[in-house]
T-cell receptor, first 113, second 115 residues
Framework: EAQVTQNPRYLITVTGKKLTVTCSQN?????MSWYRQDPGLGLRQIYY???????DKGDVPEGYKVSRKEKRNFPLILESPSPNQTSLYFC????????????FGDGTRLSIL | AQSVSQHNHHVILSEAASLELGCNYS??????LFWYVQYPGQHLQLLLK??????LVKGIKGFEAEFIKSKFSFNLRKPSVQWSDTAEYFC?????????????FGTGTRLKVLA
C-alpha cells in the first residue's frame, strides 16, 4: 500500500530535549516536505527536499533541521525544542513536478512543555 | 511573496445546500492549484487539482473547482453538500512544473454541515 509513515504519532516532551520525528515513504517520490499545522494559520511549510541530499527552507524553518540521505526518508529534527514548537506536524511526498499532488502522513502531535 | 487567501474561515450549511469556498492566490505566472480536504482527526487528502487545460476541474465526491486566471481565483463548489462533507478544506498553490518549487497553503475553511 502506498503510504507516508510518520513516527511517533504523539509525543509529550520538555524544553531543550532533542527529538526526531521520522518520515518514510514507499512510493519512490523525489519530493518530500514537512509542515506544521496551527489553528487559524493553516499548513506552513518548514523544509522541503527536491531529492536526495537536496533540502531547502520553507516558510518557517527556524528551530528545525532536516536531512535527506536516502530517497525514502526525511526526518525532522528539533535540536532544542521550545513550547512555541508545540503543534501538529505532517510529512508529505510527491513525485517530481510542481503539478503533482502531495501524499500526506497521518501527522505527529508534539507537545513541548 | 506568493500567498493563498481563503476568506471564509468557518462555513455552516444545512444538508443539500450548495457550497462555494473562495480561494485567491497572488502570483502572476504559471500556477498549479489544489484543493485538499482534512476530515476530523485525519491527514489531508487531495480533492482535485488544476495545472493546465479545461479551467473547470472535477474532483472526487462531487466537488468541482473553476480556475479564473483574470481573478487569480480557484473557488471550490459542490451543488449539494452532505453531512459527511464536514471537514476542513485547504487551497494550495505551487508555481511551475519543474525546478525548485514550494507548496503554499491557505489558512483553511472549516465546513460544518448540519443534518
Amino acid at each position: 500500500e502506498a503510504q507516508v509513515t510518520q513516527n511517533p504519532r504523539y509525543l509529550i516532551t520538555v524544553t531543550g530535549k532533542k527529538l526526531t520525528v521520522t518520515c518514510s515513504q514507499n512510493m519512490n517520490h523525489e519530493y518530500m516536505s514537512w509542515y506544521r499545522q496551527d489553528p487559524g494559520l493553516g499548513l506552513r511549510q518548514i523544509y522541503y527536499s527536491m531529492n536526495v541530499e537536496v533540502t531547502d527552507k520553507g516558510d518557517v524553518p527556524e528551530g528545525y533541521k532536516v536531512s535527506r540521505k536516502e530517497k525514502r526518508n526525511f526526518p525532522l529534527i528539533l535540536e532544542s525544542p521550545s513550547p512555541n514548537q508545540t503543534s501538529l506536524y505532517f510529512c508529505a511526498s510527491s513525485s517530481g513536478g510542481g503539478h503533482q499532488p502531495q501524499h500526506f502522513g497521518d501527522g505527529t502531535r508534539l507537545s513541548i512543555l | 511573496a506568493q500567498s493563498v487567501s481563503q476568506h471564509n474561515h468557518h462555513v455552516i450549511l444545512s444538508e443539500a445546500a450548495s457550497l462555494e469556498l473562495g480561494c485567491n492566490y497572488s502570483y502572476g505566472g504559471t500556477v498549479n492549484l489544489f484543493w485538499y480536504v482534512q476530515y476530523p482527526g485525519q491527514h489531508l487528502q487531495l480533492l482535485l487539482k488544476y495545472f493546465s487545460g479545461d479551467p473547470l476541474v472535477k474532483g472526487i465526491k462531487g466537488f468541482e473547482a473553476e480556475f479564473i486566471k483574470s481573478k487569480f481565483s480557484f473557488n471550490l463548489r459542490k451543488p449539494s453538500v452532505q453531512w459527511s462533507d464536514t471537514a476542513e478544506y485547504f487551497c494550495a498553490v505551487t508555481t511551475g512544473t519543474s525546478g525548485t518549487y514550494k507548496y503554499i497553503f491557505g489558512t483553511g475553511t472549516r465546513l460544518k454541515v448540519l443534518a
